[in-house]
């Protein structure tokens, strides 16, 4: 690691003045994805400002929902008792990601923030586009099996490689920024955005903008959810594809529906249209194989990602039949 | 300041004396730093030439900050740069070498320590965020000659080969029955697969684990 | 008092240690002075090294040298014309770059942090010039290796198989495999004057570390001190001497402090070697009724440019199955890589997927079971060799086996077994491997408490070597285990074999009998008894009664004329039952059944373990396991734990070893075979049987990753 200075933040807005002071700040939160960039040279911080002693770590109920701390850790969302109850979809998708001791440090804000796992963009020998604008994309012509079918640019063709988002977009979850201008909101739909001609941009926050915490609406979908990730190994390993899927049944009907997929794309990827497309029908393969047909419409895949063109409407038959089951 | 030595099963030895230059302030060090070069032996193109010409920000950088934390109920007071993680934290300077890097990564549980009570990867920590904190390593889970149950399972149902993985195991396995992970073989082993054992013992390393819940229960 | 005996399942005597952090490996010493040394490796794949700026690495604090090819001190055993000059890749001896990784610098600092910050700081210019890494396209440019053992093989006739009336010819592709040992490989060096150095060192073999740093630095081999007691894992990885363990004292010497160099979890994709790359065709004609009348074996695997590696991938074919017909075709392909290096049960592990896979093809093709099949080309000698089996109990193997993962519950038409949404199918896998014994010594001591030490230069790497070492001597003295030490892992212990090939027990186990026997005959002896006594005698009260403050002897070991005769291999039968998800493509091994013929066993409990282990091995190659190469840079994509998929806990099934448990009659004493390499060898052929047998998908590319069943 380059050497950096570290500074510990005891006010959000301290925070935020010590990250914009100096170019080269970075907030520094539960660290699992941010010092493992700094060991490989991906980034290389003058300065470390530590949010962790700042007080977002509180899980709380609100008048619309429930307002998760961006410093609460996955394991402390996962495990959450009002998370388990109403938001089933949420602690199944972060139980599928890391392990359980980067569980236990990896937060809310932290693991909205993680960097895409694409080799080019790890390894500083090699060209990346997100991590050096510019000098091309090492994966459009290489080895692009764990890439996106949905939304890619030719300078990007990074994914999201983040469970906990998958749900999280499913779930109509809305972000809490702070930043020099003030707060704001962003819904969980627009925070990450497709890597276009700036693939260096993860998210939409702009410099200094901190997530305080995020807010799921009232639960909707406790019963009929699943999360489907297929791997190269049972666990400890990051998606193929991974699958939300979340029902509103009444009797044998479906009334609403939430669907996401993980590694595909370079944001957490909602269908929409397939959403719209199972509303009011009866569960079954048929209608959940045309559901998945529509959610594969525009998927345009690579030269080692083909695979992915079957994996992923598979996996979106298959989690439906789980969460209706 | 009050470092102590880890707990070392072997005689520990003195502290090399290259180490103690190495703290302190900046100007200490940009004096050491001539001093480093006078008693270097090696031939000059090889070995650093003096050098006093460093730009502020950088040697800023090289600053080294106070961190109190507990380890195994031990009180120390370090000072480590920033970008020193717990692990080699606990490795290098403490001398705890039970806690085992093997990929620096996150990405294995060979380093896994308690923190808080919590088990977590000491590689990815940097050790100054661990300020005021109680660390627990595989050398503070037996009470004195008396191993920890999850030990004693460990060697009853041989849930090791090499034995590098094993104190991540352990600290993972003790930490999987607090959190009530034991509902299932399943679960067990889906909360234990941040822990990679290349010898292949985990069938060994569940029973190991089902052994000490079931003695709990 | 308990009599510990051969057999036994003892926990380990090392256990203790293991478990409270206190067994200290190779990178744990502390040693006054220490100082920290990290590599720069190379980001071209080929060519030469230009230039290299190093100032600001030097100007880095804590930083204490900075060895490149431009500067590096002469190591003696790199010069033309060294006495014994020293194989392989010399680090820093010149500017070429033969791969991608390949170190070019080393920096030494303070610290770890220092070092590593400064490593980064060094620039290089290169020249860089056109690679070959792309191991499809330059499938062509196989050579049949220098080594004459590698040459064809024919017996009867060859592609016999072609003109039988059932054939099965298909390729079978295996990818580049690392061992992956949790420890990093780490080498602590310190010299003692000009002409005598220190190691701790991750090793296989202290006897051989020791040869090898003697020769690269042309010392005497009484001044090097190898010590490497624990060894976290390196499943053949360690068993050489490698560049950068060089590195570390000619580091060393160089700034006079002692150097801990410890490789990245990176640079072990590069430099510690792999399981190669490995393409085979095999060819298998048969009668309708099952007798194999040809196999062809075929293989190409890869290889560096700058050193040839070779293994028995196509041996097994001429010996597992009775056919008239044999023939074997090897050759290797040298590409810009780092040289691969024997991976646990190496060629024969490949070779056997490959075989094992065809003979289950054509199973299906005959509409014979796969077990039947084996049956009826049984041999009951070695027809490779025509020499008789020293012992062989394969079929009993089979037979177990079948019965312990419930083969009759397997339906012959795959695709047709279900639980809920996954589909079920059974495999079966066999496998040989060599049974070696040699020449080892050892040095027991009696002390007049009545406790017995014993060493001797081996290692341990995980199976538990002290621990059966110390039940072969608590057995053959008639002492319980717990008044025996062994200690190994010390090269000024007497000399022992490399842990490798599956030989520690055979040939160390030997030593040790053999020792405490000597050590019997003369207490025997002492007291007046005919040497060969087996009654119960006082040790202890010998000693006092002629007070001695101690008896002590060496004994040497090596096997007998006799061992020529006989052909001498360790057997297995894997049996695995799969569930196959036909949506997703995922696999579960549900049950493993490993069933060896190894010999006696010694240990039960670490011997079951060292089993389950292999099988878990096994387990990665078949499904999880892949180094990927990306050829437009010349390098690995996946060099990290994250994304090169070794086998976590939630892959691995309760798995059930059996062990035959007969003693060799001729290879050693004991009767011991050898377990380390069988343990795997077959196990990816029987689950990837079972694979076809749950969906009728045929997968002869590993890993069978979710994508493959659903493409296939």
Redesign the interface.
């Known amino acids: 690691m380059n050497p950096f200075q570290y500074t510990r933040s005891l006010a959000a807005a301290g925070a935020i003045q010590s990250v914009l002071k100096e170019p080269h700040a970075h907030f520094l939160a539960g660290g699992t994805n941010l010092i493992d960039l700094i060991k490989m040279g991906v980034v290389t911080p003058e300065r470390l400002v530590d949010i962790n002693p700042l007080p977002l770590k509180g899980i709380e109920k609100t008048a619309t929902g429930l307002r998760l701390g961006a410093l609460a850790t996955n394991s402390e969302v996962a495990d959450h008792p009002l998370v388990l109850q109403g938001y089933p979809l949420l602690s199944l998708a972060i139980n599928a990601g890391a392990s359980p001791q980067l569980r236990n440090m990896a937060t809310v804000g932290g693991n909205m923030m993680q960097r895409t796992r694409c080799n080019y963009f790890f390894d500083t020998a090699m060209p990346c586009n997100k991590r050096s604008p510019g000098s091309g994309c090492g994966a459009l012509e290489g080895i692009n099996r764990m890439h996106a079918i949905f939304g890619a640019s030719p300078a990007c063709i990074a994914v999201n490689p983040s469970d906990m988002n998958v749900a999280m977009v499913a779930l109509d979850a809305v972000v809490h920024v702070k930043g020099p201008k003030g707060e704001r909101k962003i819904p969980f739909a627009d925070f990450h955005r497709l890597p276009g001609d700036h693939p260096e941009k993860d998210n939409t926050l702009e410099r200094g903008e901190l997530i305080m915490a995020v807010d799921l609406p009232a639960p909707a979908f406790s019963q009929h959810v699943a999360y489907l990730k297929i791997r190269d190994r049972t666990s400890y390993a990051f998606a193929l594809v991974s699958v939300a899927a979340a029902l509103k049944m009444d009797g044998n009907m479906i009334t609403d529906a939430r669907l996401a997929m993980g590694g595909v794309a370079h944001k957490p990827w909602r269908l929409h249209a397939a959403e719209t497309f199972l509303k009011g029908k009866t569960p079954g393969d048929d209608t959940f194989k045309q559901a998945a047909q529509i959610a594969m419409q525009g998927a345009k895949a690579y030269r080692y990602n083909q695979f992915k063109l079957t994996m992923a409407p598979n996996a979106i038959l298959q989690a439906l039949k789980t969460a209706s089951a | 300041m009050s470092t102590k030595p880890g707990k ?3 005689k ?8 103690g ?2 703290s302190g302030t900046r100007r200490d ?1 940009l004096k050491q ?1 001539s001093l ?1 070069s006078a008693i ?4 000059a ?5 003096a ?1 006093n ?1 460093w730009p502020e ?2 040697a ?3 600053e080294k ?1 106070d961190v109190h934390l507990e380890v195994n109920g031990t009180k120390y007071n370090v000072q480590v ?5 717990l692990l ?1 934290l606990l ?2 300077q403490l ?16 380093c ?1 320590v308690h923190v808080n009570g ?4 000491s590689c ?3 050790a ?2 661990n ?1 005021g904190k109680k660390i627990t ?3 503070g ?2 009470n004195g000659d008396q ?1 920890h149950p999850m ?1 004693e399972a ?3 149902h ?1 849930g ?8 991540g195991q ?1 600290m ?1 396995a003790v ?2 029955v607090k ?1 009530g ?1 034991t509902q299932s073989r ?1 679960q ?19 029973k190991a684990i089902q052994e000490v819940k079931t003695n709990q229960s | 008092m308990k009599q510990d005996k051969i057999g036994d399942p003892l926990d380990r005597v090392d256990g203790r240690l293991k478990v409270t952090g206190g067994a200290k490996y190779s990178g744990e010493y502390k040693v006054p002075g220490l100082t920290y040394g990290v590599l720069v490796p190379a980001t071209i794949t080929n060519g030469t090294v230009t230039a290299m700026d190093t100032r600001a690495a030097l100007r880095a604090p804590g930083v204490l040298a900075v060895i490149t090819p431009f500067n590096a001190p002469p190591v003696p055993g790199y010069q033309p014309g060294a006495a014994k000059p020293v194989k392989g890749l010399k680090l820093f001896n010149d500017n070429q770059v033969h791969f991608n990784g390949q170190p070019i610098a080393l920096v030494v600092a303070e610290t770890f942090e220092r070092a590593t910050y400064a490593a980064t700081l060094i620039k290089t210019t290169y020249q860089p010039q056109p690679f070959e890494t792309d191991f499809h396209k330059n499938f062509d440019k196989g050579v049949v290796p220098n080594e004459g053992k590698y040459k064809d093989y024919v017996r009867g006739e060859a592609d016999a198989y072609k003109n039988a009336p059932v054939v099965v010819e298909q390729d079978y592709m295996l990818p580049s495999e690392m061992h992956n040992p949790m420890e990093l490989h780490v080498t602590t060096a310190f010299w003692d004057g000009d002409d005598k150095v220190t190691l701790y060192t991750k090793s296989q073999g202290v006897v051989g570390s020791q040869r090898a740093i003697s020769t690269a630095f042309g010392l005497d081999p009484a001044n090097v001190q190898i010590h490497s007691r624990f060894v976290g894992g390196a499943f053949g990885s360690s068993l050489r001497t490698w560049p950068h363990e060089v590195a570390a004292v000619q580091a060393a010497k160089l700034v006079k402090r002692p150097v801990k160099l410890t490789l990245t979890r990176e640079q072990m994709f590069t430099l510690v070697g792999y399981r190669p790359l490995t393409i085979q065709r095999i060819g298998l004609g048969a009668s309708t009724d099952g007798k194999l009348v040809g196999i062809t074996h075929e293989s190409h695997s890869q290889t560096a440019v700058y050193e040839e590696f070779t293994e028995n991938a196509v041996n097994v074919s001429r010996f597992l199955y009775a056919s008239p017909n044999a023939n074997t075709r090897y050759k290797v392909v040298p590409l810009n890589v780092g040289v691969p290096a024997p991976m646990r049960g190496p060629g024969e592990a490949t070779g056997s997927f490959a075989l094992e896979s065809a003979l289950d093809e054509l199973s299906y093709k005959l509409g014979i079971d796969p077990i039947e099949l084996r049956l009826r080309n049984y041999t009951y000698t070695d027809p490779e060799r025509n020499l008789p089996w020293s012992s062989k109990y394969l079929k009993e193997c089979y037979q177990q086996g079948a019965e312990r993962i419930g083969w009759d519950k397997r339906s012959a038409q795959p695709g047709t077994q279900r639980d809920g949404e996954w589909l079920i199918g059974y495999g079966i896998g066999c496998g040989a491997f060599g049974a070696y014994r040699s020449k080892t010594s050892a040095k027991i001591k009696l002390l007049p408490d009545g406790t017995v030490n014993i060493q001797s230069a081996t290692s341990d790497i995980g199976p538990g070597t002290a621990t059966s070492m110390t039940l072969i001597a608590a057995d053959t003295l008639g002492i319980p285990a717990d008044k025996i030490t062994f200690q190994l892992g010390d090269s000024s212990y007497p000399i022992a074999p490399t842990q490798g090939g599956s030989q520690t027990v055979s040939s160390v186990g030997s030593a040790v009998h053999d020792a405490c026997v000597a050590l019997k005959q003369k207490l025997n002896t002492l007291a007046g008894l005919s040497p060969d006594t087996t009654a119960p005698i006082d040790y202890a009260g010998i000693l006092t009664k002629h007070n001695l403050p101690m008896l002590e002897l060496t004994q040497d070991s090596q096997a007998g004329d006799d061992a020529k005769n006989y052909s001498m291999y360790s057997f297995s039968a894997h049996f695995a039952q799969v569930y196959v998800h036909p949506l997703t493509g995922q696999v579960r091994v549900k049950k493993l059944v490993a069933v060896v013929d190894g010999g006696k066993i010694v240990n039960l409990k670490t011997a079951s373990s060292q089993m389950i282990g292999g099988a878990v091995g096994g387990i990665g190659m078949v499904l999880t396991e892949e180094a990927v190469f990306d050829d437009h840079f010349g390098r690995y994509v996946n060099g990290n734990f994250a994304d090169y998929h070794v086998p976590v806990n939630a892959d691995i099934p309760d798995i059930e070893a059996i062990f035959i448990d007969k003693p060799d009659p001729i290879i050693n004493p004991v009767g011991t075979k050898g377990l380390g390499e069988i343990s795997l060898i077959g196990v990816a052929a029987a689950v990837a049987n079972a694979v076809y047998n749950a969906s009728g998908k045929r997968i002869r590319e590993l890993p069978i990753t979710p994508d493959k069943i659903l493409m296939a």
Not at chain 2, 40 to 43: D, G, I, L, V
């Open positions: 070392d099963p072997e520990p030895e003195k502290e090399p004396a290259g180490e230059l190495l060090f730093s480093l270097a032996f090696a031939p193109t090889v070995v650093k030439a050098e010409q920000k950088v800023d950088a090289f900050v740069e920033p970008r020193t993680t080699d490795r290098e001398n705890f070498t039970g806690t085992k890097k093997g990929c620096d990564r996150g990405q294995c549980g060979a896994t919590v088990r977590i990867n990815l920590s940097l100054v965020t300020e390593t595989i050398e889970l037996a191993l030990q460990f060697i009853k041989d090791f080969q090499c034995g590098y993985c094993t104190s352990i993972s930490a999987l959190e992970r399943e067990i082993s889906e909360f234990m697969s941040g822990n990679i054992c290349r010898c292949g013992a985990y069938s060994r390393i569940v």
